[in-house]
Each structure stands twice: as C-alpha cells, then as structure tokens.
C-alpha cells in the first residue's frame, strides 16, 4: 500500500525565522508519526527543518529540487530528485502530494498553493506563519470555489486534517 504523501511548502532560508523553522520541524515530525512520507522542494529554510523533524522521528523525506545537482539537497532528504526545470519544479510537489501543509511563505508557496487548489488538493495553512500561510488561511483563491483552505493552529492539527481527508 502506497504512503500516504503529504508536501510542506514555505520559505527557503533566506526567508525563514526561528517561528517558522521551529513549526516546520513539528509539521515534519507529525507527517512522519503520521506514518507518511515528506515531499518538499528540497532546500532550506521550511523545507529543511521540515525535513529534519521528520528524519529524526523515522520518517521518509522526498526533495525535489530545481537545479541538476543533487549537492543542492538539505541532508535530511532521503529521495532527491533533481528536476533541473526550475521553479516550474513545484508543479511536481503539488501535484505529488495528498495534501499540502504551508507554512509561512513567498512567491514560490504561492505558486505551489495554486496548483494544489487547481487539483483540489487539501491544503492547510498555519497562519501564525506569514505569508500566504495568513493570507488566504480559510479562503477560496478565486470565485470558482474548488477547494477551501483550511488553518490548522500547530502542525498536529495540521497533520490531521490532511489524514482525516486523504480518508475519504
């Protein structure tokens, strides 16, 4: 039986903070308790302490990077994939994952947020986070309504949701 497979999207490091960094981890150790597989865009920042949370409580971390080198991987991915392709790398991760968890974020999040509410994917926001995490927390992305974001307060919620969901 396949893992389920969960994405955490967010800041790269340049953007991160302790706040998301810390919550990142948590999403990472709660998807790996979870019994499911981490899938991210394989840097740093979010998608590292992700990653990290998740490989120090057994779980299976996935990145999928933009360039060609697998060097630019964070340590704590398992499976690199090096697409090479750039940012259009995140329609991998979104259309890869079951669910989306966001924390904070920029532009790239965003595009990912886009695509998995084009799939009608679940996707759960933590808004403490910033950035489209808080945004469009709760929200539709357009007048269409295909799939409401839902919040999620701490990253075991968060989890869950998206469990409770691929369930259906």
């Not at 991998?92 to 084009?118: F, N, P, R, W």
């Amino acid at each position: 039986m396949r893992k389920l497979q969960i994405a955490v999207i967010g800041y790269n490091s340049d953007k991160s903070n302790s706040l998301t960094d810390k919550i990142a981890y948590q999403v990472g150790r709660e998807i790996a308790k979870a019994d499911a597989a981490l899938i991210c865009g394989g840097l740093g920042g979010v998608m590292e302490n992700a990653c990290k949370g998740a490989k120090e409580h057994g779980g299976l971390t996935i990145g999928v990077i933009p360039q060609e080198d697998f060097a630019y991987a964070n340590n704590f991915c398992d499976i690199v994939i090096a697409s090479g392709i750039g940012y259009a790398r995140d329609f991998i991760v979104a259309t890869s994952a079951d669910g989306i968890i966001v924390v904070g974020g920029g532009v790239g999040t965003l595009l990912e947020l886009c695509v998995g509410y084009m799939l009608k994917k679940t996707i759960v926001t933590i808004p403490s986070t910033g950035g489209p995490a808080k945004i469009y927390s709760g929200k539709y992305l357009d007048e269409r309504k295909r799939i409401l974001i839902l919040a999620a307060t701490d990253a075991e919620s968060a989890v869950q949701l998206i469990v409770k969901s691929s369930k259906k």
